[in-house]
């Protein structure tokens, strides 16, 4: 259980006794919930095994919800709009999800025609180095981001790519953060990027920190009705990766999913399918529309964001939404996953998969074989792409090898989009195997056994010493 305010109130000795140490929340997850257009609806959907308990808890006392996961594999948790952040605020209003046993966990903006839902880190994986990553805020309070200190006295430096709540671009300011307590930053709302894009904004941390990022509503590409709430938590900057295999959303049309890529060192060259389309500064990011499946390569990690259009333009179904996704390096062979369910869910529900085109036939959903007429090959890459419907609730998908997996859905209108794991990040889903040890040391030269060898050595270095002294002589 996470435990707050305990710092001044309970010795040492007495948290250590607890499990707890007051100088942090120990969670499995933490959840950030940002405005949407208006008011809507906020909930948690947390996944794992049947039996499995836990609790959500805020600083502020807002929220203090035990749950216990059923033979479902999911439980929804509501949240009060009281978990909404304000701007420029410190406050204790994050969620942070706790159990003894692996979870996984979504939060879900939702609000008729103006959706998202956004992936949750495991609480290990965090970093202190962030670059956030966004769209141009069109509507509302316009592009966002948020922090959260899961230490007391931790000090986080921003330096926004845009103006913020009265903070200069290019400016860096630094606040405080106790466990718990999170600030929001906004930009209103704008159709320039060079003033509502929180993009490229850079947060360094000297304890791990969550950080979320996105719009509250925008259209995907500015022009194309409707906007949508955007919102991914972020990975820091040691989670980027440098190839990525896309697969496009299903129901895109003629015009595809919009790609962004971030850049975390100067001189960063991208390839798109082979082809050289940018180079990239520190922070700095390139947007490319119409891109659907593709390959992408980066010659320093990256940070690749995914983004839906919206249903205006070739789009059959859904709206804009947002995630990152994950390089080859961060993949995993099983994952389970979970849609929104009950009021929340949505009409159509799809898993995007990328695989190598040679194991297509280890892929299983749901315990049935994959078919592998549904598969298309990505050009000359060896890897292959597919659409795959699923119902709604709790599934699971597993193959012979690594493999990108992210999920989106659809009403008219509205959307989400988020990826289902990673390697720094499995949650409910099982973790990759461990490094293979290292290997021994090599044996002592043949005829020489290894005390031998030691005397030897120690016989050279009085020899080196001895000269040495000669020489001063």
Not at 54 to 60: E, F, H, I, L, Y
């Amino acid at each position: 259980m996470v435990m707050w305010g305990m710092k001044k109130a309970v010795g040492v000795a007495a948290l250590l006794t607890l499990g707890v140490m007051s100088s942090s929340a120990e969670a499995s997850l933490i959840a950030n919930v940002h405005p949407n257009l208006t008011t809507g609806t906020q909930s948690l959907f947390i996944f794992g095994a049947d039996g499995v308990t836990g609790t959500v808890s805020n600083k502020a006392g807002s929220v203090s919800t035990p749950f216990s996961i059923g033979a479902s594999g999911v439980v929804e948790i509501s949240l009060p709009t009281s978990t909404v952040l304000a701007s420029d605020t410190i406050e204790g209003k994050s969620l942070f999800i706790d159990s003894a046993d692996p979870i996984s966990g979504h939060v879900l903006h939702r609000r008729s025609a103006t959706s998202d839902m956004t992936y949750l880190h495991d609480v290990a994986s965090l970093g202190t180095t962030y670059y956030a990553l966004g769209f141009t805020g069109r509507f509302g309070e316009g592009g966002q981001m948020s922090i959260t200190a899961t230490e007391d006295d931790t000090d986080v430096t921003i330096t926004p790519a845009v103006a913020v709540n009265g903070h200069p671009a290019g400016v860096p300011f630094t606040v405080t953060l106790d466990a718990g307590e999170s600030v929001k930053y906004s930009t209103g709302a704008s159709t320039s990027a060079a003033v509502s894009d929180v993009t490229g904004s850079k947060i360094v941390a000297d304890k791990p920190v969550a950080v979320f990022s996105g719009a509250a509503c925008t259209q995907v590409p500015i022009g194309v009705s409707a906007c949508d709430l955007l919102i991914s938590q972020i990975p820091s900057t040691d989670n980027y990766d440098t190839e990525f295999f896309v697969a496009g959303s299903e129901s895109a049309g003629a015009d595809a999913d919009l790609i962004r890529v971030l850049a975390r060192d100067a001189g960063t060259e991208v390839k798109i399918d082979g082809v050289v389309v940018a180079t990239l500064a520190a922070g700095e990011t390139a947007t490319f529309d119409n891109v659907g499946d593709a390959h992408i390569e980066a010659s320093s990690p990256v940070l690749v964001g995914q983004y839906l259009r919206g249903q205006s333009g070739t789009r059959t179904t859904g709206d804009p939404a947002f995630s990152f996704i994950t390089g080859v390096n961060q993949l995993l062979d099983e994952y389970v996953f979970s849609t929104p369910v009950g009021g929340d869910s949505f009409v159509e529900n799809y898993l995007n998969v990328a695989i190598l085109t040679s194991e297509i036939g280890t892929m299983f959903l749901n315990g049935g074989l994959v078919d592998p007429l549904v598969f298309t090959a990505l050009g000359a890459t060896g890897w292959s792409t597919a659409n795959l419907a699923i119902g709604v609730g709790v599934g699971g998908i597993l193959a012979d090898v690594p493999f990108f997996a992210s999920m989106s859905g659809f009403s008219s209108f509205d959307s989400y989009h988020t990826i289902l794991g990673a390697t720094f990040s499995p949650g409910a889903s099982p973790p990759p195997p461990p490094p293979p040890p290292p290997p021994p040391p090599p044996p002592p030269p043949t005829g020489v056994s290894e005390p031998a060898s030691l005397v030897l050595l120690g016989a050279g270095l009085i020899g080196v010493a001895q000269l040495r002294r000669r020489k001063r002589k």
